[in-house]
């Protein structure tokens, strides 16, 4: 029996490092029926509670961990589709940053003349470690306050985490220069001592710790600092993302055209899209003609011509003419809002190498508090062999702070989530969607790319590719006769005739077609009818009464072979001509493909198509792998044959008959262009039509799991190296906290280069 889900998703503040993540995690999950994952980086929680479960519960449990949580409203807020809740979480995230940059300013401007003084022998005149003390004390207790604090807090609920570490650290290195300071030598006249990046053995009563209690909160807090707004940065694709849409909107109502918020229309408004503006939303064009720039959705540069019957997509500009558009979707159900729902989603999710990061850090505080204190208890049995040798008690005590400080599981935390949020921003830009995390292990190992035929690698439009005039005839008349008679068609091959013979007429000047009497349509053969006296027929090869005159014969045999549709044109039942028409194929294709077996994929075409269509298709565009003639039910046989072969397929699709393959192939890509359940059923989206972005997407998506492992082999070797170091009594405490903080910068700044991913397909 299963339980009804619900999604809630939930803003988490407070949080501080990796590890509070973590415990936020446990204690959702600890929930009957409850599926949570919190994301450091994106400062959210994706939970999946059965009904009985409401958001209120699970913001009580947020807060009994000592933290605060508020809900995201609904879809239009978790994609940022409202602008009001887009622009209030934007100045709670500035107001935020703000703070951070004032305390980081005035922390590092009393800090740095305790450096100074500390550092450099000279700048030590009488009495100067009293003044030491007045610059560092705001410091240790005001800068180092947000430590502090959520030390405190998690201290309350049992728990602890990377401000624990920084807590304890800089207010032991406080602790002894004060103890130094008023009861030790340390606040004579004339105390000097020398600054080494090594701990000395020395006279711990003369030993003042002022500048590594104050250094270390000001790195840590700039690290914080430029970790906090290099985070915005990872999330400034989606943002842009969110913002595309218009703000308001020209509105047909009663007659009259009035301007509105775009969050007042609702579907059926009809809608003025003037040249140079954004469509509101997704709509249908009803009157006027124009080219759109779909560029900021799609990643397609070339602007498309649409006019009126044709779809448009929201955020999309208009670059010419008037446009006249019926709404068809509005809010969460448009386009560029469910982009960014699937972007968001993305971005929440996590990888399995992030689940390995958040178990090591979910013990790695309590481990590391265990070896500062393992390192005191050594250092001082080293000091009770010596007689405690104030020296040794020293040394002792600076190794323990060094551990303290050098020990930080935030690049851990930030390692996978920085470089999802940068890569899946990055490829919402180009028109490429990832539905999770999960995505970015599969495009590592697949090895065949299978790819449909129609729409995918061809246009899936019908075309009219090629007139054939018997001797005595010409081609333009053929093609007027026979699309007279079709313009009476519904037929897909009829629709390609008329089209190409109303290009022609408009070419020409030669004005609409003649009309048709009489019009018969026979279901396999073809259709008939009279045209200015004479009686046209368009019909299958295989119908015709007569032989066909060879020249005409052979055109036919060639259409075929190279998968086209030929139909005879017969006026008086005398053949005047062949017509083909057929399924052109993509510029791109030809390209993409031979990028495919750049990145080591093995490309093969599975098509519904006849067998001399799907070879002509291949041979075009450099496939030597085809099956041909199969239905869905085939389609998905063989993506599990390949599989039971021991390969991990990619399937690239686009309509219903490629829904259950996509579902099955290890690694599904839908064609945008095509039918929503292909989407549905696919792991990633590619909002164009260009075959070249499924490569891109492959490219990015494996360049940000290369980012997400470059992160983890930094942030794991960092803590493995520079424990043992600092346990051994290596590392100075501030150079230590110093570390600490460029290591959470490096894994962000690592994962910012991203942005930089450049598309073939723009090219």
Known sequence: MTTEQIAVDLDI??????????RIERKLNKLDGVTASV????????VQAPFGIGAEDLIEVVRAAGYDATPIGGPDDRAGGTESGSQAGQSTADRELDALRQRLIVSAVLTVPVIAMAMIPALQFDNWQWLSLTLAAPVVVW???????????????GATTMDTLVSVGTLAAFGWSLYALFFGSAGETGMTHGFDLLPQRADGSAQIYLEAAAGVTTFLLAGRYFEKRSKRRAGDALRALMDLGAKDVAVRRAGAEIRIPIDQLVVGDEFV?????KIATDGVVVDGASAVDASMVSGESVPVEVTAGDPVVGATVNTSG???VRATAVGSDTTLAQMAAMVTAAQEGKADVQRLADRISSFFVPVVIAISVATLGFWLGVAAGNGMDGGDVTFAFTAAVAVLIIA????????TPTALMVGTGRGAQLGILLKGPEVLETTRRVDVIVLDKTGTVTTGDMTLTAVHAADGHRDDEILRLAAAVESASEHPVGAAIVRAAQDASDRDGEGVLPDVVDFTAMRGVGVSGSVLGRRVRVIAPAHADTDLPGQLAEEVAIAQDRGGTAVVVTVD???????VVGDRIKPSSASAIAEFRRLGLTPRLLTGDNEGAAHYVAAQVGIDDVTAGVSPEAKLQTIKDLQAQGHSVAMVGDGINDAAALAQADLGLAMGTGTDVAIAASDLTVVSGDLRVVGDAIRLARRTLGTIR???FWAFGYNVAAIPLAAAGMLNPMIAGAAMALSSVFVVGNSLRLRRFSSTAAG
């Open 13 to 22: 503040d407070g949080m501080t490092c990796a590890s509070c993540a973590n």
């Open 322 to 324: 008037r446009l006249i």
């Open 143 to 157: 800068g180092a306050y947000p430590f502090h604090r959520a030390a405190a807090i998690n201290l309350r609920h």
């Open 710 to 712: 470059g992160n983890l």
């Open 408 to 415: 930080c599981p935030c690049a851990l935390g930030l390692a």
């Open 273 to 277: 899209v003037r040249p140079g503006e």
């Open 39 to 46: 994301n450091y980086a994106t400062e959210r929680a994706h």
């Open 573 to 579: 039942d005398d053949p005047v001509g062949v017509l």
